[in-house]
């Protein structure tokens, strides 16, 4: 009777825990959805190291190519989470070919940075979480200026976003909205983006997310194995193909 219980109590414990460990976004290496951002947050002491495949599709214009990442993200307060992204460049499409480079030979560098608001239910029932933040802010190429409006701020963008979930039966929804903001020539962001998200109860382990991102819609599952190995795939446009995995470390 009593082990009983207790593996009630632990499934239970579980069911509660998964669904906000589960959100790592590929782009930009932060926590969110697959391309929107969200205002999830990792458990404290969190850390994340992750690389992916990105098709050129979810990429701003200047790679005309598929390219990849890696990053090291961060949660250093329950609040607070940085990290800190390297997306590849091909020799090729930085003039290097006639120098004898070929193939990925420099990178672009930026850092991101999300700070929580509000916690969900935090003084009423209803509240959302609330999250703000930015990803690579700031570029010294050009004159040097904050959400530039070309140069090497690539991936720039500042946004607000809010969640809440709702239990619809025996199973919970997230619902996610946020609003982005760049002043970019090439990949301008200026909207709002919005997702559902789906954790089954009886897999709380996958995730399955439907978003549209303020430029376009996109589908994915995200899974959490052993509970340190995040693997997520996204059909961007709801065809292109982009993917990834996630090692996560619990410092606390």
């Not at 004898?100 to 209803?126: C, H």
């Not at 200026?145 to 607000?160: E, L």
């Amino acid at each position: 009777m009593k082990k009983e219980l207790l593996k009630k109590i632990i499934l239970s414990e579980c069911l509660f825990c998964f669904p906000f460990l589960l959100s790592a976004q590929l782009t930009y290496g932060t926590t969110g959805l697959l391309h929107m951002p969200s205002a999830e947050m990792q458990r404290d002491k969190t850390v994340m190291i992750g690389g992916n495949f990105l098709n050129k599709e979810i990429t701003p214009p200047t790679w005309y190519y598929h390219t990849y990442n890696y990053f090291l993200n961060v949660t250093i307060f329950p609040w607070l989470e940085v990290a800190y992204t390297c997306t590849l460049f091909k020799a090729e499409a930085l003039g290097l070919g006639p120098y004898g480079y070929s193939g990925f030979t420099n990178q672009d560098r930026y850092f991101s940075a999300r700070m929580r608001v509000l916690k969900e239910g935090q003084f009423w029932k209803y509240m959302p979480a609330v999250v703000i933040g930015t990803s690579d802010p700031y570029t010294e190429s050009g004159e040097g200026q904050i959400s530039s409006v070309d140069g090497n701020g690539y991936f720039c963008r500042f946004y607000i976003a809010a969640m809440r979930h709702i239990s619809v039966g025996s199973e919970e929804i997230g619902v996610h909205l946020s609003y982005l903001y760049n002043n970019r020539k090439d990949y301008k962001l200026n909207g709002f983006a919005c997702g559902v998200t789906y954790n089954p109860s009886v897999k709380p382990q996958l995730r399955v997310i439907a978003e549209y991102d303020a430029k376009d819609f996109a589908c994915g599952i995200t899974y959490l194995l052993f509970n340190h190995l995040h693997a997520q795939v996204e059909l961007q446009k709801m065809k292109y193909f982009t993917g990834g995995l996630t090692y996560k470390i619990y410092l606390k």
